[in-house]
């Protein structure tokens, strides 16, 4: 099983850029379906961005497309979460995923997804 750690998180202003990354091991990441999904304060997980390891299709919510980009970094085995005019309501704890058989209609959910890691805060505030 893969394992997952994140990186980059922490407290940034309205309209300001952070990349957050995630380092894999433990497991080839060929078949792979990599996510961000992000937890705020007394909410579910809510699904972020996700890329296919061995292709280019991305995926994004509705809230953050034109303003996050994931990628992936296959000699690196990361995959990063370019994040640009960030809102106070992007604040959340931002979870990197991956699962070999997430299929398109459940992409977006958490349940779909077997391996995380523990998170990484970002917090947007004046």
């Known amino acids: 099983q893969v394992q997952l750690v994140e990186s980059g998180g922490g407290w940034v202003q309205p309209g300001d850029s952070l990349m957050l990354s995630c380092a894999a091991s433990g497991s080839t990441l060929s078949g792979y379906t990599m996510a961000w999904f992000r937890q705020a304060p007394g909410k579910d997980h809510e699904f972020v961005a996700a890329?296919?390891?061995?292709?280019?299709?991305?995926y994004y919510a509705d809230s953050v497309k034109g303003r996050f980009t994931i990628s992936r970094d296959k000699a690196k085995n990361t995959v990063s979460l370019q994040m640009k005019s960030l809102k106070p309501e992007d604040t959340a704890l931002y979870y990197c995923a991956a699962s070999r058989t997430v299929i398109l209609s459940t992409i977006r959910r958490s349940t779909a997804y077997g391996s995380w890691g523990k998170g990484t805060q970002v917090t947007v505030s004046s």
């Open positions: 890329v296919k390891w061995n292709g280019d299709q991305t």
